[in-house]
């Protein structure tokens, strides 16, 4: 980087962010990954079964897993996600200087790739990086629509949770790139709906009829057959997941939740740093030349919103689930960008003494964690 590079506190925050990652990184790769793993030696051996799709695809290729391949497989995830962000955000916005710091608070954010890189393995960063697909790739025809509904049906069986957490972001990408271009008509229309539909039935078969047909120790067992080191039996503590019925889930998480409420204050504080990109999506709903388009952009963000409040009273892993709600926010701005608009929207002003401290804060902050606060 050049001398005058480092004299732009925006372009010095980039590559610290850069550097933080890579620490968070060398520390992921020290962490048993016991939930990860085990995902990857479930598959649908035993019939049909939720959390198995990903398991049954590594098990096209090779019938022993190795522990690596969760790094590797999540790794490349990550990197591919990281390409695809980048390419999106250059078209949306582009990489001149004033919008380098709305980049620094979405790529940098500890609610994203820094998180991500944290919850390495996990099922999460799989929702985000088929919406950005979506953002990128042309919406002129009904295809859109069906390949999203095929998107969403492999979020669904990769986890059934991802109908809360990711499928509502994909509706809205497609609504808004979609619908409010091409215009409602009985075909597509009736497309959405059986996409829907299929989902719905698609969901509630993972939820309750995706339960483990054998007893727990049989399965143990033949997770164990999959694993390239059979001695790692603490890998599997996690094999009751595929048994716990909602019920167990929703009562364990009321069960948690005087402590998991402790960290609320440090989830309203992380968002609250993030003030400069809130103000611009604010800003950017406003400027809609459309009365209409503005009503449901705000009605979409509160239905997502909402989708995760409910994941708020049924799972505890809350650090995940306010993570992912960011990232959302940020993908569906990217969205919102794309309707015609009444006026131009300034961007996050860089010479600003708070916003310039608020950036670098967050640029500071490695990740946000899985359950609790960091």
Known sequence: MTPRAWQDPWRVMLAVNAAVIVGVFLHKITLPPYVPYIHLLVDYHFGFLKRALIGALVGLFTAKVPVWLVFALAGAAWLATLALFIALFRRTFGFSRQHLPLFVFMAGSPFFLKNFMHTLGHFDIYGCLLSICLLLIPARSILFVLLAALFSILLVLIHHIHVLMYVPTVA????????????????????????????????????????????EAEFARYL?????????????????????????????????????????????????????????????????????????????????????LVMFLIVFDYSRWISNWAVCMFLILHAIKTLPAAKPVSPIAGEDRKTTILGWIITLVPRVGIVRPF
């Not at 619908?179 to 075909?187: C, D, E, I, L």
């Not at 709906?193 to 047909?213: D, E, N, R, S, W």
């Open 224 to 308: 164990q057959s999959r694993m390239a080191d059979p001695s790692r039996t603490d890998l599997l503590n996690f094999s009751y997941i595929w048994y716990q019925p909602l019920s167990k889930e929703i009562l364990d998480t009321w069960q948690r939740m005087p402590s998991n409420l402790l960290g609320v204050p440090v989830f309203a504080l992380l968002i609250w740093l993030h003030a400069p990109l809130w103000r611009y999506l604010t800003e950017m709903v406003r400027a809609l030349a459309n009365d209409w388009h503005r009503r449901l952009v705000i009605a979409a963000l509160a239905g997502v919103s909402l989708g995760y």
């Open 172 to 215: 809205v990408i497609v609504v808004l790139r979609y619908y409010f271009v091409v215009g409602a008509t009985p075909k597509n229309v009736a497309s959405g709906l059986a996409a829907l539909l299929a989902l719905g039935v698609l969901f509630l078969a993972a939820q309750f009829y995706g339960t483990m047909p054998i007893p």
